[in-house]
């Protein structure tokens, strides 16, 4: 067949890059022609989104994906955009942006969420969305947003995601994409369809909207994955040198809906996907919500997946961990790879220092190294002195948290879990790869670490009836990357490190 070539921007919370996406007789190559910093900045309102020089790098990327199109002879079908959850912009009638984004660690939302909760009440939130709460989400957001400046709240016209405002500076149009949305705690998660002949498919909470007098005037209907947005603007493809009609696909808009899209499932196999990253999201995919008391006191959520699937899984901390070490390992004056620093991690003494991945100062950026002696210090814990020491504790915790979310979803499900599936940039790490195979004793698949490329790649080619459905996508990934599997051992070890990771959990 003849090739097809697609345009992924995926952007995380520490980096961004333009990938071109190739698929030909069935094979998917990703071809990275771009690659950026997207770091958040401190401003006398907060923190927020440096959101010019991020449009900058987009347009740099469009550019080099042209020229990259060009010299292979493949035409570009259409670009699409994913980036973490929850954030988002305001634009008015005249199509201005009304501000800066805010970034989601920007530390006022926590009151407004304790607000929320002890005006409303937490059960009745996750009642009405599905979705655990943490003092980032969108809603919360915008209950502090009222607060500090209601009058920008009455002033929008739009409320975009991050990659929906993005899409509104390709295409001119706006719209607001299922996963990206679904991440907001505003949607209501019953009621999905996937019939890819309605034009939306979910809903917003009105009623919880409503009930915390928050407008709703800015919210637009809500679209699937995979859905034509518009098409690029003239003024964009002329300085790139594309040809008129590039189409604007929305893919699944939130970059971890596009790693679970390209998580290769054999469909026999009972399995869970563990999408590596700054944050960490494990799961299942279901074809029905499953909202009660014990899924919310788990933390467990219901996103919104690729043909009408929901991600219910549970956020951890991740490797934001790791990255805030580092950073502060940079401000002394030293400078570590990622590379590096595991293979400091694996010569380091095992089970010495373990953390609670969701304790609160943990969550904010800054001096991590201070803060895990902190928590070591309060715990009675020896304090991790080296950067390898420090890291070991870092990734060991991930892997006692990741055995957590496992047996939390097994007890919610009612079903045994075979094998974790790693996708993402973390499943390069080998080190806290096999570290989850011992501390859940699975079988660990790992790959591919491009998996939220390769699934904003594969949606795009679903909005653009190249391919017909979510499994023919799959085959493609399982056909065009190999993976690599980790067998569990030393249990005794790991059983001993868990029961103490349990002990301090909490205590921090």
Known sequence: MTAQAYLA???????????????????????????????????????????????????????????????????????GVDTWGVDFGLVGRSGQLLG???????????????????????????????????????????????????????LADRLLFMPDLLHYFFSGQMTNEASIASTSQMVDPRGITADPSSKTVGSWATKLLDDLHLPRHMLGDIIAPGSKVGSLRKNLAD???????????????????????????????????LSSGTWSLMGVELDEPLINDKARRALYTHERGVAGTIRFLKNIA?????????????????????????KLAAQSKPFV??????????????????????FAKKTGQPVPESPGALVRACLETLACAYRVALEDVESLTGKKIEVIHIVGGGCK??????????????????GPDEATAAGNVLVQALG?????????????????????????????????????????????
Request: with cysteine.
């Open 9 to 79: 921007f995926d952007l995380g919370a520490e980096s961004g890059r333009a990938i071109v996406g190739v698929l030909r007789d069935d094979q998917l190559s990703l071809h990275e022609v771009h690659r950026f910093a997207n770091l958040p900045v401190q401003l006398p309102s907060g923190y927020h989104w440096n959101l010019g020089a991020l449009w900058a790098d987009l347009v740099r990327g469009l550019g080099k994906a042209a020229a990259f199109c060009s010299e292979h002879g493949y035409e570009l079908r259409s670009l």
């Open 100 to 154: 800066l984004p805010f970034a989601y660690r920007d530390p006022r939302h926590a009151k407004a969420m304790a607000k929320a909760h002890d005006d409303y009440g937490d059960e009745k939130i996750y009642q009405a969305t599905g979705i655990a709460s943490w003092p980032f989400n969108s809603v919360y957001q915008l209950l502090a947003m009222q607060a500090d400046e209601p009058g920008v709240l009455m």
């Open 239 to 273: 300085d790139a040198g594309l040809s008129a009609g590039v189409a604007v696909v929305a893919p699944a808009c939130h970059d971890t809906a596009s790693a679970i899209a390209s998580v290769p499932f054999d469909g026999k196999t009972p399995a869970c996907y």
């Open 318 to 342: 991740g490797l934001w961990l790791v990255q805030e070490c580092k950073r502060a390992f940079e401000k002394q004056g030293v400078t570590y790879e990622y590379a590096a620093l595991t």
């Open 353 to 374: 220092t373990l953390l609670d991945p969701d304790h609160a100062p943990f969550l904010s950026p800054g001096d991590m190294p201070g803060k895990i002696a902190a």
């Open 429 to 446: 790490n080998e080190l806290l790869n096999q570290m989850t195979a011992d501390a859940t004793g699975r079988v660990v698949i790992a």
């Open 464 to 508: 653009c009836q190249t391919k017909e459905k979510l499994s023919q996508a799959r085959a493609i990934v399982s056909a065009s990357f190999e993976p690599k599997r980790y067998e569990p051992r030393d249990k005794a070890s790991w059983d001993a490190a868990f029961e103490r990771f349990l002990g301090v959990k909490g205590k921090g």
